[in-house]
């Protein structure tokens, strides 16, 4: 038996050694601090001579401030994760607008004698070419950025012949930050062409998300003969303002100085604008925080883009329950089968409000509707000036993707078509992907009907795929389950509760007139599924295992019917 002065010696021994050790450890700190290089400021003057300078990020490396000074103004300012020594990737910023002027490059503390900009890189040509879009881990099928991070997608607007798909994005890091408006053009809403930055930063603040229109009519001014503006309206973090930009060629963005819409309380962000007909009018949506953390989107309205009045507000949820929380969307859609129209408003998390609207005030009929019940798709904006009328969403799709080397995290959503239709609950938004996706099968794989019960051989048994889109519809009879295993993630259809589960996201899909169709989308990130005929949409990221390339069908515990089956076989958007 020890003793109790033995026990106090043993005790005290271990306070002494782990007090010692942990004097090692400053001690040892501190002399590594005292070896280590200062940190002074930096600052040298360059020629803007090339298309782009180039600075090289560490991923994790201490954030450092970066400024371009021309002309005695502070024209680009962001932090960087910069590499003072072996870069993971290589960040460019155009300086083309200011070539042949001296640039000064200041930087709040490199280490001193750090090679970092000795010399300063320009580069005519926007680097980083090898292997990209071939990434483990970039989407194929869905828009990411080359490099840096994104969320929202922003200013979803047909102009002049392209989709353009601007997006929140840090040019610099592959983290959130530095919000610009990034730039990316189709024809096909498939097919994406990343361009250069669109919005930076300015004196406003980092620039927050919105929206854009054309404005046919040249009601703002700002168009030229022959050419209208495409206008597009962001919030300025800084002042919690709104400010408007605007562009008539697609590639070249000028602003107005002053906000359009100042702070009206707290929180202000993210405007949507569209146009009223009956009273020739512009509106714009706004999120607005009132007391208490409660949620509103606030309405204005305005002849010429420029001059907004405040007509009405409605209010959604408070604090974390974000009904009607950021980035709200507002359109106008035909219920399906008639004439009759209606309103839909939503928030970032896609809940939303059928309802109508008098140019000025929105009468929700139906409120607060799930709009998608996957994981970590939101923030979703419709594009404006579609030129077939239709109403196409685009979402930011929070994909695990800042892995391994990449140099790029987060993507979009593929493009989905809303339609709104009466189904049994009732009016519902209901979304498609777009047919302009089809262009991607490159294989099909059509199965006939066929009968699935517990131990039936797998019918898919021979494929082997990567990018792929399944299109199955099935009667379960008498069947509990029907699971089809997706490259390793199982998509289960439990027929008793009429739900869908993947991995661990479960929601509600009940069967239409007796019918389940699923459309699933599989990409490196992760599936896209769409159920009852697109009531459900279920987007669930995950990264799918590379060297998982089969599919499997299987019912559990009685007979399913399968009436139709096709797997599709589809090439990646980037080759
Ligand atoms: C939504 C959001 C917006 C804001 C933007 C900033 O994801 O928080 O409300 O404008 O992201 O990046």
Redesign the pocket.
């Known amino acids: 038996m020890v003793n109790k002065s033995g026990q106090f010696k043993s005790h005290f021994m271990k306070i002494f050694s782990n007090i010692f050790f942990l004097a090692l450890l400053s001690i040892t700190a501190w002399a590594q601090e005292r070896n280590a290089p200062p940190e002074v400021n930096y600052s040298k003057y360059f020629t803007a001579e090339k298309k782009y300078l180039v600075l090289p990020v560490k991923n994790g490396a201490p954030k450092r401030n970066v400024e371009l000074w021309v002309d005695g103004i502070n024209t680009r300012f962001f932090d960087i994760e910069l590499a003072e020594e072996t870069p993971d990737w290589l960040a460019y910023l155009d300086i083309s607008q200011w070539k042949g002027k001296p640039v000064e490059l200041r930087v709040d503390k490199i280490k001193q004698g750090s090679g970092v900009f000795n010399p300063i890189v320009q580069s005519d040509t926007d680097g980083n070419d090898d292997g990209l879009y071939k990434e483990k881990f970039r989407g194929q099928f869905h828009f990411s950025p080359k490099r840096g991070w994104t969320?929202?997608p922003n200013g979803l607007v047909y102009y002049n012949g392209e989709y353009h798909l601007f997006f929140?994005h840090n040019p610099y890091g592959r983290g959130?930050g530095n919000?610009s408006w990034g730039h990316a053009v189709s024809k096909d809403l498939v097919h994406w062409k990343e361009l250069d930055v669109a919005l930076h930063p300015g004196p406003f603040g980092?620039v927050?998300?919105?929206g854009a229109v054309v404005d046919q009519e040249n009601t703002s001014g700002l168009g030229k003969p022959g050419k209208p503006a495409m206008v597009m309206f962001f919030?300025g973090?800084r002042a919690w303002s709104q400010y408007l930009a605007w562009s008539t060629d697609g590639r070249s963005f000028q602003k107005l100085e002053k906000a359009v819409v100042p702070r009206i309380n707290k929180d202000n962000?993210?405007p949507k604008v569209v146009w009223y007909e009956p009273s020739k009018q512009w509106v714009m949506v706004v999120?607005v925080e009132r007391a208490h953390e409660q949620h509103s989107m606030q309405f204005l309205t305005s002849p010429d883009l420029k001059d907004w009045t405040p007509v009405s507000s409605i209010n959604g949820g408070a604090g974390r329950d974000g009904y009607l929380f950021?980035?709200p969307e507002f359109f106008q859609l035909t219920v399906e089968g008639s004439k009759e129209t209606k309103w839909i408003l939503t928030g970032?998390n896609s809940e939303y409000a059928i309802g109508n609207f008098d140019g000025k005030v929105f009468k929700p009929e139906t409120e607060r509707l799930n709009g998608q019940r996957g994981r970590d798709f939101?923030?979703a904006q419709t594009y404006s000036n579609e030129p077939k009328g239709r109403r196409i969403e685009i979402g930011?799709w929070r994909t695990h993707t800042d892995r391994e080397g990449m140099n790029f995290n987060q993507s979009m959503s593929i493009p989905l078509e809303l339609k709104l239709e009466r189904r049994t609950e009732g009016l519902r938004l209901i979304r498609r992907p777009v047919k302009e996706l089809e262009a991607l099968r490159n294989k099909t794989y059509s199965y006939g009907k066929m009968k699935l019960k517990d131990n039936s051989a797998n019918p898919l048994s021979s494929l082997d795929i990567e990018l792929a889109e399944i299109r199955l519809e099935f009667e379960p009879g008498t069947a509990k389950e029907v699971v089809l295993n997706v490259r390793g993630v199982p998509v289960i259809y439990n027929a008793v509760k009429q739900e869908l589960t993947i991995d661990g996201v479960t929601a509600s899909a009940p069967l239409q007139k007796g019918k389940q169709k699923l459309i699933i989308y599989a990409d490196r990130t992760g599936l896209e599924v769409f159920a009852g005929d697109g009531l459900l949409f279920m987007p669930v990221n995950i990264n799918i295992k590379p060297e998982i390339r089969s599919l499997s069908i299987s019912a559990r515990g009685g007979t399913a019917s399968v009436s139709d089956l096709k797997v599709y076989q589809l090439e990646s958007i980037w080759d």
Request: proline share 5%; with cysteine.
């Open positions: 969320n929202d929140q959130w919000m980092p927050f998300s919105g919030t973090a962000r993210d999120y950021e980035c970032a939101y923030a930011w």
